[in-house]
């Protein structure tokens, strides 16, 4: 989720450059409700890794005839569809080794280490077209934001007055503990008015369930059975969003929603994380403090042990998201 909204500062500097260019998004479908309300974007379409599937959606790339394609991040299995395009150029900032038969002169290579938006902002130099900012667009069509309240209002859940926490992680190592969760949502009920709301995708259910069997049944509510677009819509209507650095955390920069980011700094494997992973090269980008802050530390573990040289590797307490819940609020007084 997150690599593809990285798409969008980029996206928007060509339609503001070109205006009378049409936008073609080669997505997964399964992150289209991002896009829907995009105007910068002509068209959808829809990109499956399996071959088959591939050559059924071919037709529709075959449509129209393009200046240049721009591969902002794509698996290898997308090197099979490449030739068939029928385009003047084709331009990636991922090796070889990521996407077979694009040659060098095609890639775009950086002197050093840049954020994953900068790399898609890359390739407009190359082609031309000034950059306008990095901020992230994501359009809330008006279906799901009605859904959205109407959600709420079932839910007895007011707009601004609730924290939207994010219990899942699309890996197991970028889950945040249970227990943790559950110590964190008892604080906020016994400190503040807000209401809780719990999402994630589907690999936070069971995870969801047991959190909220342990809060006060009136103000929690969980909405991972919902579409993403209108979780989506919730996350706008948020005090503020908890989340690992996952996709709802692109969602909340993007939506200009306060976001407390967990960055996991080792996994179950004692595996250190590398920093080309981290929150410098995968976090907020110029998102201003008010509305961003980030926790860097090891998921597992008590207590804090580690120095100033290897802080990285303490543990994220529950005591450290609850100062940084804390800051937020205090922020609105």
Not at 106 to 123: S, T
Not at 280 to 298: A, F, H, M, R
Not at 303 to 309: A, C, Q, R, T
Request: aromatic letters at 8%; proline letters at 7%.
């Amino acid at each position: 989720m997150g690599d593809t909204l990285w798409a969008t500062p980029a996206i928007r500097a060509i339609k503001k450059a070109l205006p009378q260019v049409d936008i073609d998004l080669i997505l997964q479908p399964q992150w289209s409700d991002l896009f829907f309300g995009n105007k910068n974007i002509r068209r959808l379409i829809s990109y499956h890794s399996q071959w088959y599937r591939q050559i059924i959606g071919l037709p529709k790339m075959l449509q129209s005839r393009y200046d240049h394609v721009l591969i902002f991040h794509a698996n290898r299995n997308i090197s099979r569809i490449l030739p068939w395009l029928r385009c003047k150029s084709i331009l990636s900032h991922q090796y070889p080794d990521s996407i077979p038969g694009i040659p060098n002169k095609q890639i775009v290579r950086f002197e050093k280490p840049v954020h994953g938006i900068l790399h898609r902002l890359g390739l407009l130099e190359k082609i031309q077209i000034p950059s306008n900012g990095t901020h992230m667009d994501l359009f809330l069509n008006d279906n799901d934001q009605a859904e959205a309240f109407l959600f709420l209002k079932k839910n007895h859940m007011t707009p601004k007055e609730f924290i939207y926490i994010n219990a899942g992680g699309s890996s197991p190592y970028k889950q945040w503990p249970v227990d943790k969760f559950i110590s964190l949502t008892k604080l906020i009920q016994q400190n503040t008015p807000l209401t809780i709301m719990l999402g994630g995708g589907p690999e936070a259910v069971d995870r969801v369930v047991s959190i909220e069997k342990q809060l006060d049944k009136q103000r929690v509510t969980r909405a991972t059975h919902l579409p993403l677009g209108i979780n989506c819509a919730l996350i706008a209507q948020a005090r503020m969003l908890i989340t690992p650095d996952s996709g709802p955390m692109h969602v909340g920069f993007a939506l200009k929603v306060p976001t407390i980011s967990l960055f996991w700094s080792i996994n179950s494997q004692n595996i250190i994380r590398n920093e080309l992973n981290g929150s410098k090269y995968c976090g907020p980008l110029e998102i201003d403090k008010s509305l961003s802050t980030v926790l860097y530390g090891n998921f597992k573990g008590e207590k804090k042990g580690y120095g100033p040289e290897h802080l990285h590797l303490n543990p994220i307490l529950v005591s450290d998201v609850w100062e940084k819940v804390l800051g937020f609020l205090n922020m609105r007084k």
